[in-house]
């Protein structure tokens, strides 16, 4: 939760700059870091659920995370 958080604070500062019209390059970074940031969250999420997947033997349910896992 904590991550998401700090993206919000990322995507608010995005619309700050862009607002302002900050330097096309300067917002583009920051887009590119909360994009980076959704990323790391998505990963840390499946690979939860995937553990939870295998300790509950739901190889299924295991399988579909897995996929959706390594596509990040």
């Known amino acids: 939760m904590l991550q998401l958080k700090r ?14 019209d900050q330097a096309c390059v300067d917002v583009v970074r920051q887009v590119v870091a909360a994009r980076n940031s959704l990323g790391r969250v998505a990963r840390d999420l499946l690979t939860n659920e995937a553990s939870r997947c295998h300790k509950e033997r739901k190889v299924e349910e295991l399988e579909e995370v897995l996929k959706e896992l390594f596509r990040y």
């Open 7 to 20: 993206i919000k604070g990322q995507l608010e500062g995005v619309i700050t700059m862009y607002e302002n």
